[in-house]
């Protein structure tokens, strides 16, 4: 009956053991990542571009046959500058509504009117940015990742992009920066008792 014991006790321990290391090395991993070559950090970064929806807000729309599509010569460059916007029915938001334009690029609640920023590698977009902004901005909510500015404001889903991992914050500005470069400076925020 010992010896049943003392075999029970061994093969429990075994297993506790290989399970533990299994864990601790699949933690390893995980919290490591693995290194990526450039090559494939820009296509991850394109992936999840692609999927988390920059586009839906960050590039301009044309009207097609389908609705609106996306303008892919000035993709992701922001709310255009030169589009001018219609006078705002501030009771309309009042009563608890929000208000978007036209090409998803121009955004009007509680907190005033704010405007989708450029993401191309223009220096009106994120040209001059350093990695360090990138996190910033996604991390902290920082109007162009500056540490002292503004809060970014709605309908950018920063509290959420800054889960993400380091490396796929490192891929999706990797990819950025290879974009083509759309010069568009993107209007000022207007705020709540600048609409008209």
Not at 12 to 40: H, R, W, Y
Not at 166 to 174: L, N
Request: charged content about 20%.
């Amino acid at each position: 009956m010992r010896k049943i014991t003392l075999i029970t006790a061994i093969i429990a321990t075994t297993m506790l053991a290989i399970l533990f290391a299994c864990n601790t090395k699949t933690t390893a991993a995980t919290s490591e990542g693995v290194q990526l070559s450039q090559d494939s950090l820009i296509k991850l970064g394109g992936y999840l571009v692609n999927t988390m929806g920059c586009d839906d807000c960050h590039s301009p729309k044309k009207m097609g046959p389908m609705g609106p599509e996306i303008n892919m010569d000035l993709r992701f460059s922001g709310h255009p500058s030169n589009a001018p916007l219609p006078a705002v029915d501030t009771n309309v938001i009042k009563k608890g509504w929000l208000l978007f334009g036209m090409d998803v690029t121009a955004f009007t609640g509680p907190w005033g009117q704010s405007y989708a920023a450029n993401l191309t590698s223009d220096e009106t977009g994120i040209g001059g940015w350093t990695e360090q902004q990138f996190f910033t901005a996604l991390r902290k909510g920082k109007w162009k990742g500056l540490e002292e500015s503004r809060p970014l404001l709605p309908p950018m889903p920063w509290q959420q992009y800054g889960n993400l991992k380091d490396q796929d914050i490192k891929a999706i500005f990797a990819f950025l920066k290879t974009t083509k470069p759309v010069k568009n400076l993107v209007p000022e925020w207007k705020k709540w008792n600048e609409l008209k």
